[in-house]
């Protein structure tokens, strides 16, 4: 406990021991060492008496002495650290040399920890000395250890690697949340939010304004993308960016060539919506790579393949979208919409990119704008015609029934191309937000056969999931329930647990207004087999409870006949 006060040529308790032991006259000997070895005043030992009467041991005495000097000792070294005297890292340095024998002293470790969180260069014997011992290194401030990281990436993986796992984990989670709901989605919290997150500040702190720490975390993060395709280490890759930049770190921010962009993207991603102005600044960003700095590109598409930023620029794409066909103008004479779409290429080619370190913008498929965006705004013109038909005078309807296959070009570049994909599978989420169970009911089979299974995707199912509630009445019908779960969700759900999973947490939401037939069929099909993982089971169990539950429960109130409208002064009254 008191190993290092020989080396500084002060007395122990070895010593203390060794004058006993030696001694004829004990009670001086202990008088003498005390006078050695205290407080060094000399008005102090007149005084001392004093506190013998009160009953104060002279070890309570001492110890508040010790702590009061500590205390002031540490407001010392941070003054002196945060001075602007030239010599102030040497006065710590000399400190250092003499407090550090001590540093194994439990009363002593906070000055010498102290000492060396102010010192932005410690000594590297001394930095060795606390990474070679488990208990220091434990104890030691993060701006200690940052000089430790920055030559043991090794080291720095392992404190990395376990916040990395827990940032998958909850986005993870989050994707399965129990919630269900459009208006709280994944996508609900704002960039600002996210950035609040305990795995970003942590990373953030660790980094500090150390640029070869960040540098390390972007190629852990690149490295795990690259092994494990999991999209969410591109989220984490903007948000650690973002974080640093709202701690106004230019040390970092000033170095890290995708900071612009993302910061621009950041703001769209927080409006949900890539706007004129923006959509420019970013194809300025683009447009100016420079020769020979290609590379960056691979940062760029992997922030670019953040699910956050995909979502905003599909979301823009189906605004602009809209809007051209209000004006009757072809999505090829819009710049805008080409940008849109070169940006979601880029994204979406991220993984290619970086595992070829071909640094090249993916060539777009011009027939994505030919073929498949007219493909997919004629089944916006059906059904637009098949609304408008339908309010017609029965005597100008034509016998025009509502069409329930889709154009060959739709369905193929749902299948064989990345970017159709991902815009079709934002259609026909638009589509049941809009709670248009006749265009549902003709897309959603063509969702069995998409672009690397992407319809199967946690994110859309997710997202669909939800959705669908807002369809809720819908699943009275057997039709209805036959194209939802027969015709797309049951196709897939043996082979990919994750579908078994997002169906489960759609029925324990909607299972009170799914067809009791079907109901009864479908926990029938959905029932887990042994090798299910726990999620599955506990999300079955937890149905099957809810059902027996409402066996026994009495039917609701509003089954029963009223004779009240329902109409208040609050309720519009519609045509």
């Not at 090249?360 to 089944?379: C, H, I, N, Q, Y």
Request: hydrophobic share 40%; charged share 25%.
């Amino acid at each position: 406990m008191f190993a290092g006060l020989p080396e500084l040529g002060i007395s122990n308790g070895e010593d203390l021991k060794e004058t006993l032991t030696n001694c004829t006259e004990p009670l001086k000997a202990i008088d003498q060492f005390q006078m050695e070895n205290g407080i060094l005043l000399p008005t102090l030992q007149s005084a001392l008496p004093f506190l013998d009467l009160h009953g104060t041991p002279r070890l309570e005495f001492h110890q508040s002495v010790f702590d009061e000097l500590r205390e002031k000792l540490m407001e010392r070294v941070a003054i002196i650290a945060e001075g602007k005297e030239e010599d102030r890292y040497r006065k710590l340095e000399e400190l250092l040399e003499k407090s550090f024998p001590l540093v194994k002293m439990p009363s002593i470790q906070p000055v010498v920890m102290q000492v060396l969180k102010h010192l932005p260069k410690v000594p590297e014997k001394k930095l060795k000395m606390v990474m070679a011992d488990k208990e220091l290194y434990k104890v030691c401030a993060v701006e200690v250890k940052r000089q430790i990281w920055q030559d043991n990436q090794a080291l720095f993986g392992d404190e990395v690697s376990p916040l990395l796992k827990q940032y998958i984990v909850e986005k993870e989670a989050a994707l399965f949340s129990s919630d269900l709901s459009i208006l709280h989605n994944f996508f609900s919290p704002s960039p600002k939010t996210r950035r609040q997150g305990e795995v970003v500040l942590k990373l953030t702190q660790m980094i500090g304004k150390n640029v070869k720490l960040y540098d390390m975390v972007l190629q852990f993060l690149r490295t795990l993308f690259l092994r494990t395709r999991n999209v969410h280490y591109c989220t984490l890759r903007a948000e650690l960016l973002m974080s640093l930049h709202d701690l106004d770190i230019s040390e970092i921010c000033s170095v890290d060539p995708c900071h612009k962009f993302t910061w621009c993207l950041d703001a769209c991603i927080r409006e949900k919506f890539v706007d004129g102005k923006r959509a420019r600044e970013l194809q300025g960003f683009l447009d100016g790579v420079k020769k020979g700095q290609e590379q960056v590109l691979g940062d760029l598409s992997m922030i670019l393949c953040d699910p956050f930023a995909c979502n905003t620029l599909v979301l823009s794409i189906m605004r602009n979208l809209q809007e051209l066909l209000s004006q009757d103008a072809l999505p090829r004479d819009s710049p805008d919409l080409m940008l849109l779409l070169r940006m979601l290429s880029l994204g979406q080619g991220a993984w290619d990119m970086i595992d070829s370190q071909v640094f090249k913008e993916p060539r777009m498929d011009l027939e994505v704008v030919t073929r498949f965006l007219p493909a997919m705004m004629s089944v916006v013109v059906d059904d637009h015609t098949f609304t408008v038909e339908q309010k017609l005078p029965s005597e100008e309807k034509s016998s025009l029934s509502y069409p329930t296959t889709l154009p060959d070009a739709f369905n193929r570049y749902l299948q064989e191309n990345r970017v159709a994909c991902e815009m079709g599978l934002y259609y026909v989420l638009h589509i049941a937000k809009l709670r248009n169970k006749n265009a549902l009911q003709r897309l959603l089979p063509a969702l069995v056969e998409t672009y690397n299974d992407m319809a199967f995707g946690d994110i859309f199912l997710h997202l669909l999931t939800g959705h669908l509630t807002l369809l809720s009445d819908e699943f009275g019908s057997e039709e209805f329930c036959s194209v939802v779960f027969d015709g797309f969700l049951l196709t897939s759900f043996s082979s990919k647990e994750n579908v078994h999973r997002h169906t489960l947490r759609m029925l324990l939401h909607l299972h009170h207004k799914v067809l009791p037939s079907c109901m009864e069929t479908l926990m029938k099909t959905l029932e887990p087999p042994k090798q299910s993982s726990e999620p599955v089971k506990e999300l079955f169990t937890q149905l099957t409870e809810k059902l027996e539950a409402q066996k026994k429960s009495p039917p609701p109130l509003e089954e029963t006949p009223s004779l009240d409208l329902g109409l208040t002064a609050e309720t519009p009254i519609s045509d």
